[in-house]
């Protein structure tokens, strides 16, 4: 199982955080459980969310980067891409994957990551948060983004206190 190894955080606080969501529509069954378990942790967080919907995961960069530049403090990307016959979920993994990276980098701003890649739609299930799902991908993005906001936060008050 995927979730195997996943590290245990502490409760996160979102307070005072503006926190977008976007998030594909493809797989509307799988795509509604990873967005319900990021609005939960982010609505217990006490975080400021707004939702963008894009068609589908290849999506996810160019809005999540629109939204940080206009002022969300973090972005929580959430999309489900399942195998076909094609090379297509290679390409569509891959530029998803790397444009996200490249927005949290560019931005300095944390984009949690809650894009399944998998082999069925089963896979999808299974991960997607819903009742007797093993694991919650949206609520983990959502957990992983306000702890790397809060931990920049510490950082830049760090660096800008006085030795």
Do not use: N
Not at 50 to 55: D, F, H
Not at 83 to 97: I, L, M, N, Q
Not at 118 to 134: C, K
Request: aromatic share 4%.
């Amino acid at each position: 199982m995927s979730g195997e190894g996943r590290p245990q955080l502490e409760p996160v606080d979102g307070t005072g955080l503006r926190v977008t969501i976007v998030a594909g529509l493809w797989h509307e069954t799988i795509a509604d459980g990873l967005l319900a378990g990021a609005r939960r942790v982010l609505d217990a967080a006490g975080a400021e969310v707004t939702e963008i919907a894009v068609p589908g995961s290849f999506e996810l960069p160019l809005v999540a980067k629109a939204a940080l530049d206009a002022g969300a403090d973090a972005v929580v990307a959430l999309g489900v891409i399942v195998r076909g016959e094609t090379p297509h979920f290679d390409f569509v993994a891959s530029a998803a994957t790397d444009g996200l990276t490249r927005v949290a980098l560019d931005t300095g701003k944390p984009v949690g990551f809650g894009v399944l890649t998998v082999d069925t739609e089963q896979q999808g299930l299974d991960r997607a948060g819903l009742p007797g799902s093993t694991e919650d991908v949206g609520g983990r993005a959502a957990e992983a983004a306000i702890a790397v906001a809060r931990t920049l936060r510490k950082l830049v008050v760090r660096a800008a206190t006085p030795s």
